[in-house]
């Protein structure tokens, strides 16, 4: 069939539910596309077809499955690719929606926790795309949480107060320490300064280039994105061990990510209906050296919604499963100020280029699911409306190991080849000396000869033929037969200007 997706916002306090249907093709293209309900269920009922049996028909929800009792549908909208409707119920089986659900819990903000130990654990840092090692192996003494950038960093310690002092030395963390936050870490700049290359305040990988973070605190400590970076125990290495690579925190998914970023900008429960305290500005610095911005108007952080998981990733994607999801505007600004004027008032936190791309793609993605008429908040604003959905963190972390050991394989393969070939290499070069140390003088005046001698043969037989080629590369090297070629023509021009060869 081509029912492309489905959504469906479920408000049991309400008894009520928001459906929003996507297509593969524009409904102008079908002769007739109609919702109906038969027993409680709701079918999709394409080309004309007279009954819900019919097999040009599809099943969108299950009465068997929720035991929602759906009578009518109201707000009816039907525009390009997409249909939505609302419905409501008088019961329904909450268990079972329960039951239907991709995670395990509800989704819940964990507490920051670095997946290594101070003073325990003996770990060296590397950029996470090419494994370049960026800090040498080091046990922490101080593993300490870093201000988020929204309180006062002279409110977050405890001692060093007062006009008279300095906050930066108190902030600025020795060679042993390491400070963390929402996916970065803080070190002091002198641990990776030799390893890592300082465009402007920007950090990049030596090796690959790839942007590791951004310096603070007046250059005097690297602020560096978690996604950037793995860490690996001591005495070990991407080739010997190519599974050890590990995420610097224990709860790194976007997910978890997502969770706590809403909570850092948000401690407590917002009202829903203010906009000025469910706003908040996005930033990254991409690796241009250019910041972008994302305005997020978030509406609901934990709203119940049923939907088919897409066809690729599962068996059943017909089945309807349980998710929560925040619901939220958003949009995206360049480096331009010119637009963001009126969000200067706003809480504003710096996330890392790789989260910010992520969170973008998923709210595009997702904005698709919702009708036009229904996209976007107002022609002043143009915010568009779209869900992030808490995914199960168990899957997540199975991917992200996945990706890893691929990403190992791929770096550590080239090094296990050029190890093989070394011993040929040497090989080569030893056969290479021999047969420098054999040819002297005599032997080069004696195959000279030989080359005069053959110079009155047809021109074939020095033609320049694949199979003469390689045949002199089986015992010299391309450099070297350039090199005896000149020596050749040096002869030539010795014996023509000798006195002898006049004669």
């Known amino acids: 069939m081509p029912l492309k997706a489905v959504c469906i916002e479920l408000r049991p306090n309400l008894c009520s539910g928001h459906v929003f249907l996507q297509f593969e093709h524009d409904l102008c293209d079908r002769s007739k596309t109609r919702v109906v309900i038969k027993e409680h269920d709701v079918h999709i009922v394409e080309d004309g077809a007279d009954s819900a049996d019919s097999s040009t028909s599809e099943l969108v929800i299950r009465h068997a499955s929720f035991g929602m009792d759906i009578q009518q549908i109201s707000v009816f909208t039907a525009s390009g690719q997409h249909i939505s409707f609302r419905f409501n119920y008088t019961q329904i089986d909450l268990d079972a929606v329960h039951k239907a659900a991709n995670m395990l819990g509800e989704p819940k903000s964990r507490s920051l926790l670095l997946s290594f130990g101070e003073r325990e ?78 465009s402007s ?99 609901e952080r934990q709203l119940a919604v049923l939907r088919r998981l897409p066809k690729e990733t599962t068996d059943e994607a017909q089945e309807l499963h349980y998710f ?41 993605r997702n904005s698709q699911l919702i009708p036009r008429a229904w996209r976007y908040n107002s022609v002043e604003e143009k915010l568009l409306l779209t869900y992030f959905f808490y ?33 040929e290499l040497a090989q080569n070069r030893n056969q290479k000396q021999e047969q420098e140390e054999y040819e002297t003088d005599a032997g080069l005046d004696a195959s000279l000869d030989e080359d005069e001698d053959d110079e009155t043969d047809s021109d ?44």
């Open 324 to 364: 929560r999801a925040c619901k939220l505007y958003f949009r995206v600004f360049d480096n331009s100020l010119d637009e963001l004027e009126q969000q200067m008032d706003l809480p504003r936190l710096h996330i890392s280029p790789c989260l910010f791309r992520e969170l973008q793609v998923r709210f595009n």
């Open 391 to 423: 995914e199960n963190e168990q899957q997540e972390l199975q991917q992200q190991e996945h990706r890893t050991q691929q990403m190992v394989k791929l770096k550590t393969t080239p090094k296990k080849q050029t190890q093989q070939k070394k011993p």
């Open 121 to 198: 654990d003996v770990v060296s840092l590397h950029c996470s795309n090419c494994l370049y090692e960026l800090v040498p192996s080091c046990s922490y003494k101080r593993l300490r949480e870093f201000p988020s950038g929204l309180i006062d960093p002279s409110e977050f310690f405890c001692h060093n107060h007062g006009t008279t002092s300095k906050q930066q030395p108190t902030l600025v963390p020795s060679s042993f320490d390491l400070y963390y936050g929402l996916n970065h870490i803080v070190l002091n700049i002198t641990v990776l300064q030799s390893r890592v290359i300082n």
């Open 460 to 503: 074939d037989e020095h033609s320049d033929t694949d199979s003469e080629t390689r045949s002199s590369l089986l015992h010299k090297s391309a450099s070297i037969r350039e090199y005896e070629q000149n020596l050749v023509k040096r002869w030539l021009t010795q014996r023509q200007s000798s006195p002898d060869s006049n004669s």
């Open 201 to 299: 305040g920007h950090l990049y990988c030596k090796r690959c280039m790839q942007m590791l973070g951004l310096t603070i605190l007046e250059d005097a400590a690297a602020k560096l994105w978690a996604d950037a970076l793995r860490w690996l125990p001591s005495n070990s290495s991407p080739e010997t061990h190519p599974s050890l690579p590990r995420q610097l925190f224990q709860y790194s998914t976007v997910t978890q990510l997502m969770l706590q970023l809403l909570s850092n900008l948000w401690t407590q429960s917002m009202p829903q209906l203010c906009p000025s305290t469910s706003r908040a500005l996005l930033i990254a610095t991409m690796p241009n050296r250019q910041q972008q911005y994302m305005l997020i108007h978030v509406l």
